[in-house]
Structures are given as structure tokens and as C-alpha cells.
């Protein structure tokens, strides 16, 4: 496989402390407003409205201020987190709309850190009900984690490539609690979804049909992305760190192998200054909105992978994470501290197109996963990390 190299300029070390320290600010400048209310997937005119415990990303914001945390040392964030632990063990206590698969997005940063940092009780027991209500989605006919909709349903009889990031909450559940149960699905579902969802240029369908009579794989299509059989960047994102997470609780070669492939047409899309558009159909010199949030996740990615890799391997795909964070960095973190104000602008949620069935939401906005991704790839540069997933 050819190995793309760029010629950008790498973060120094400097210069990832310099941003852990000023997104640490923004942080703080925050917690009185996302204590008690959690913030929303989305930023309008980069400014983060609040909202109920009830999104699909409400771990995120508690995920930063557990980095802020481990940054700092500062008493007042592990406060806040651990406030937060509370709600989220509310909301798998209560069920309040926890029927989708997004689990793992909800509960490793917020509950599964708060266990690994401080010992929650709470967290841990909020992380375990959360995976039992992750494989109570497991699909046995096709063998995969149905993504949203009433379980069975014709129309919603698929999964989607982002359930790559739900399932370290599986292997996690399993390591605690020594039931295999956990990481048993998981291994079935990665194994569906790799087999389906990487095409053979190692780009990704956002979801993947699987035909509900007999379990066969159907087609792939989009939800997010421009249309059923381009790049949707996140979801390349999500196919390439969730992947690097896998390979690390499991040590199976083939993630590695998947990892390897997802990233190098990730890197044949990218414009000059590596990051990329919302959909990787457009690239260089196109007026359509990037997505910050990519360029970070996949950095986070390359940093875990890297970790199992030879040298010269390593040292490759670290260099590539360094050059996309001082892009990141340099040209799309925010640079003034305000009220609910985001880390990280230009990032796109879902951008409605001609061809795909979403629904239009924080198009070229902060992304609470764009902050997040973009706290824990700096915390990786900056030290040898524990992660949250
Ligand atoms: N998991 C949904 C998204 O990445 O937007």
C-alpha cells in the first residue's frame, strides 16, 4: 500500500500544551453553564445552547472536562463530571432515549472515565446498564447492532459504521465485570461491519442494509453524507479510530489491517491544509463547509494505532497526526474565550444534499465530538494517555 506524506508544518510539543492550556479556559469559562444541564450536539454561531440529558451526545461535553481534569488538577472540574455521572445514571435508570446504539458515545466518556479517574462507583454501574442496553440491540440474524428504530423493522434493519466507537464500551463491560458476553457481540458485529461497510478502495458506506428475513447483507447507503456511494468524513473517521480501538483490546490483525485501509483513502481526499470537507466528494478548492471533527478523531486514531506498530510505521502515522493537529490547531480553534462558546469552529454535523435523509443541523458549527476529539488527540500528544473508551 503507497504511503502518503504531506510536506505541513508538525505541532510541537509546546504547542500542544499552549492549547490543552487555552482549551482548558474555555472549559472552565463553561462549567457554570454545563453543570446541572448538558450541552448541545451542536454550537449556533459557534455558542452551544444547553439541553436536557436526552441527545445522543451529551458524553462528549463531560468527556472534555475529565481532560481538563487530568490537564490540570483543578478540584472544580472532577466536581462538574461527577455531578454529571449522576444524570447519566439517571437517564440508563430511567431509559430516557437511550433506544438507539449509541452507547459507548454516551457512556465512556462521561461514565467509564469517571470510574478509571476516580473509582465512581456510579459511573461504573451507569457504564455496565449502558452496555446491557447496547446488546439488547444485537441483531442475531445478520449478526449486527441495530443502529436506531423499533428492533426488527424492515425499514431500520441496519447498522451504521459510527457503532465502530460503541463497542469498546462492550470490551470494557466485559473486562470488568469477566462476563464474555459483551465483547462477544462486539467481535460479531465488527465483523459484519468490516465485512460490508469498507469498499474496495477502503472507503466507507455511512450505514449498511442487512435483509431482515434472511440476514444477508442488502446494500449500503447514506444518511449523513452526500449520497449513498461517497466519503462521508466522519464516518471514514469513525471506520478509521474505531477500528485503532478495536486492534487494541483485541489484538485481531485484520482491524489493524482495516485501520491501515480506511486511513490511506482518507489521506488521498484530504486539501492542502489536511482537513477535510464534510463529504470527501469535494476537495480542494469547493465552497462547501469542512469538518473540523474528522481531522481530530482520525488523529486520535493514527495516535492509538501507532502505539502497536514497528517504528518506521509509527513514526509515520504519528507524524501525520501531528501535522493535522497544527492544522487543527492553528486554523480552526477558536481563539476568544466566550460564554458556551466551542473549542473548535468549522465543523459540520449534517448537511442536507439531494441524495441523503438527514436532517439539517450544525452545518460548519462547533461539534461537542469536535471539542471533545479535539481535547483527547492534544492529551495523547501530550502524554501516555489512559483512554476513556
Ligand atoms: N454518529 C453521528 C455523527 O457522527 O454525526
Not at 51 to 77: D, I
Not at 144 to 159: H, M, S, T
Amino acid at each position: 500500500m503507497e504511503k502518503l506524506r504531506f510536506q505541513n508544518p508538525v505541532i510541537t510539543q509546546q504547542e500542544v500544551a499552549a492549547a490543552l492550556d487555552a482549551a482548558c479556559r474555555q472549559i472552565q469559562h463553561n462549567l457554570p453553564a454545563f453543570t446541572h444541564t448538558c450541552q448541545n450536539h451542536s454550537s449556533v454561531n459557534n455558542i452551544y445552547p444547553a439541553c436536557e440529558n436526552n441527545q445522543w451526545t451529551c458524553g462528549f461535553w463531560p468527556g472534555e472536562v475529565w481532560l481538563a481534569y487530568e490537564h490540570t488538577g483543578e478540584e472544580s472540574f472532577k466536581q462538574c463530571a461527577l455531578t454529571l455521572v449522576e444524570s447519566f445514571l439517571n437517564r440508563i435508570e430511567q431509559k430516557i432515549e437511550v433506544d438507539h446504539h449509541d452507547m459507548g458515545f454516551l457512556y465512556s466518556p462521561s461514565c467509564v472515565a469517571a470510574y478509571k479517574l476516580t473509582g465512581s462507583e456510579n459511573g461504573k454501574k451507569a457504564a455496565i446498564l449502558a452496555a446491557d442496553q447496547l446488546i439488547s440491540r444485537f441483531q442475531e440474524k445478520g449478526a449486527f447492532i441495530q443502529a436506531w428504530g423499533a428492533l426488527g423493522a424492515p425499514e431500520n434493519y441496519r447498522y451504521i459504521i459510527d457503532c465502530l466507537l460503541n463497542l469498546p464500551l462492550l470490551y470494557w463491560a466485559t473486562e470488568v465485570t469477566k462476563d464474555k458476553k459483551y465483547a462477544q457481540i462486539a467481535h460479531k458485529h465488527i465483523t459484519t461491519c468490516l465485512k460490508n461497510s469498507i469498499r474496495a478502495d477502503g472507503s466507507t458506506y455511512h450505514t449498511f442494509f442487512m435483509d431482515s428475513q434472511t440476514g444477508m447483507p442488502s446494500h449500503g447507503a447514506t444518511c449523513q453524507g452526500y449520497k449513498d456511494d461517497s466519503f462521508w468524513a466522519r464516518g471514514q473517521a469513525w471506520g478509521v479510530y474505531g477500528t485503532a480501538i478495536s486492534y487494541c483490546y483485541t489484538k485481531n490483525p485484520a482491524y489493524l489491517d482495516a485501520f491501515r485501509r480506511t486511513v490511506a483513502f482518507y489521506l488521498t481526499r484530504l486539501p492542502q491544509d489536511l482537513v477535510p470537507y464534510w463529504d470527501m466528494i469535494f476537495t480542494t478548492g469547493s465552497d462547501e463547509p469542512r469538518d473540523s471533527s474528522s481531522a481530530s478523531i482520525v488523529a486520535c486514531g493514527m495516535l492509538e494505532a501507532a502505539k502497536y506498530m514497528e517504528e518506521d510505521e509509527a513514526e509515520y502515522y504519528t507524524t501525520l497526526a501531528r501535522q493535522m493537529m497544527k492544522s487543527v490547531v492553528d486554523n480552526y480553534a477558536a481563539k476568544d474565550i466566550k460564554l458556551g462558546g466551542g473549542l473548535v469552529l468549522h465543523g459540520t454535523y449534517s448537511k442536507k444534499s439531494p441524495y441523503n435523509t438527514c436532517t439539517p443541523e450544525g452545518v460548519d458549527e462547533c461539534v461537542s465530538w469536535g471539542d471533545y476529539f479535539y481535547m483527547e488527540a492534544l492529551t495523547r500528544l501530550s502524554k501516555n494517555w489512559e483512554m476513556y473508551w
